[in-house]
């Protein structure tokens, strides 16, 4: 079984529509294995973030991550890296077709709903980076 992470964004914390999108991903047939809400620090979105952290557009990114709580779980399912992804749509909402949770919810390539890890490999690394290892419940 595949395990991925997933982080409500501000935007979606602010719409109120957590509930929403989780049960879409339950719907799918995933387990949810890990769950807790935080206040991003600047020093942890650096690290998520490190392959953007020289960009120009980085402080937009994390002044936006961490304007608000978000709430982080953890997915285990058949093939769940690649079917969230495709539960999502593209990163830019507006290229998202509608039914697709970027779609139906997203607003730009930032105000997006959800990060989703985008590889086995960086669903470990970022479940690993947010939650110990007795708060993965698999």
Excluded: W
């Excluded at 978000?70 to 749509?89: A, C, F, P």
């Excluded at 970027?102 to 997006?112: E, L």
């Amino acid at each position: 079984m595949e395990k991925t992470f997933i982080i409500f964004k501000p935007d979606a914390m602010k719409k109120g529509i957590v509930g929403t999108v989780l049960s879409r991903f339950e719907a799918a047939g995933f387990t949810v294995i890990a769950c807790k809400m935080s206040r991003l620090t600047p020093a942890l979105l650096r690290v998520h973030y490190a392959h953007v952290a020289d960009k120009p557009f980085y402080p937009e990114i994390e002044a936006f991550m961490s304007s608000r709580s978000v709430i982080m779980i953890g997915l285990e399912g058949d093939n769940v890296v690649q079917r969230v992804r495709d539960l999502l749509g593209p990163t830019d909402s507006r290229k998202a077709a509608k039914g697709t949770i970027r779609g139906d919810f997203g607003s730009d390539m930032m105000t997006n709903v959800v990060h989703a890890s985008d590889s086995v490999e960086n669903g470990q690394a970022e479940l690993a980076r947010f939650f110990k290892s007795d708060e993965l419940f698999v």
